[in-house]
């Protein structure tokens, strides 16, 4: 099994790699939308603001989804894979009513060509104050 990080993402919130090789998987940890080199700042993520007690003033939720699209291609790629290979992304939402339909048009938009299997879960929060998270598996091409 190799590890893998990169430093085109946001570091990982906990002591965890960005992913993991077994054999020809590699297994995503989860991925948020901060912006890469951050270290777990709220200013780092696009398009949100938040209070002094850390709950949303704005947010940008489209922003925060290209942000995260494009935090899982960085790692896919610095894990010797790409984004076309993809198999399986779980999704957590912190709200689903207000976020699903956006985030259904504009995942329909990154996957034209591989559709990989997809679950979509409402979770009542996530580690660091944003609105979604992903977690992927995809293949490596020897």
């Given at each position: 099994m190799s590890s893998f990080q990169s430093e085109n993402a946001p570091k990982p919130v906990g002591s965890y790699p960005h992913a993991k090789r077994v054999n020809d998987l590699l297994f995503l940890s989860g991925v948020g939308p901060r912006q890469a080199g951050s270290d777990n700042n709220d200013s780092e993520v696009p398009g949100l603001e938040v209070n002094a007690n850390g709950h949303f003033v704005t947010l940008d939720f489209e922003a925060q989804v290209h942000?995260?699209?494009?935090?899982?291609?960085?790692?896919?790629?610095?894990?010797?894979s790409k984004w076309e290979n993809l198999v399986d992304i779980t999704v957590f939402l912190v709200d689903m009513k207000r976020d699903f339909l956006t985030f259904n048009r504009i995942y329909a938009e990154y996957f034209t060509d591989n559709q990989p299997c997809r679950t979509t879960i409402e979770i009542n929060a996530l580690p660091t104050p944003i609105a979604i998270e992903l977690k992927c598996i995809a293949t490596i091409d020897d």
């Open positions: 942000s995260v699209f494009a935090n899982v291609k960085a790692i896919l790629e610095a894990s010797g």
